[in-house]
Nanobody, 127 residues
Framework: QVQLVEPGGGLVQVGGSLRLSCAAS????????MAWFRQAPGKEREFVAA????????GYAAFAKGRINVSRDNAKNTVYLQMNSLKPEDTAVYYC????????????????????WGQGTQVTVSS
């Protein structure tokens, strides 16, 4: 069973940048679609970005387009979330998640389709 660990996160000022990483172990990383979700206090968990196992398919939430970039390095078993021009509303706990689909070109924006989750990492954007 694959396990996900998310180091990083932290406090950043408005307009700043932050890169989150999520390291996987215990599985064939390239066969997993990877996604990032976030949950702010008092709000439901929401989709941020996802990338298919073999990389060519990527999707973003509307709020993420142009500011946030998801990528993966299958040789390092790691997925990244580069966040730029951060806003206070980006403050949340960020989770990475993994799922294996029938096609490695597929990803999903639906949290219920992901069955492996990281522990989450806090991102706080201060004004």
């Amino acid at each position: 069973q694959v396990q996900l660990v998310e180091p990083g996160g932290g406090l950043v000022q408005v307009g700043g940048s932050l890169r989150l990483s999520c390291a996987a172990s215990g599985g064939t990383f390239s066969t997993f679609a990877m996604a990032w979700f976030r949950q702010a206090p008092g709000k439901e968990r929401e989709f941020v970005a996802a990338i298919s196992g073999n990389g060519p398919s990527i999707g973003y939430a509307a709020f993420a387009k142009g500011r946030i970039n998801v990528s993966r390095d299958n040789a390092k078993n790691t997925v990244y979330l580069q966040m730029n021009s951060l806003k206070p509303e980006d403050t949340a706990v960020y989770y990475c998640a993994a799922a294996r689909f029938s096609r490695t070109s597929r990803y999903s924006a639906q949290s219920y389709e992901y069955d492996v989750w990281g522990q989450g990492t806090q991102v706080t954007v201060s004004s």
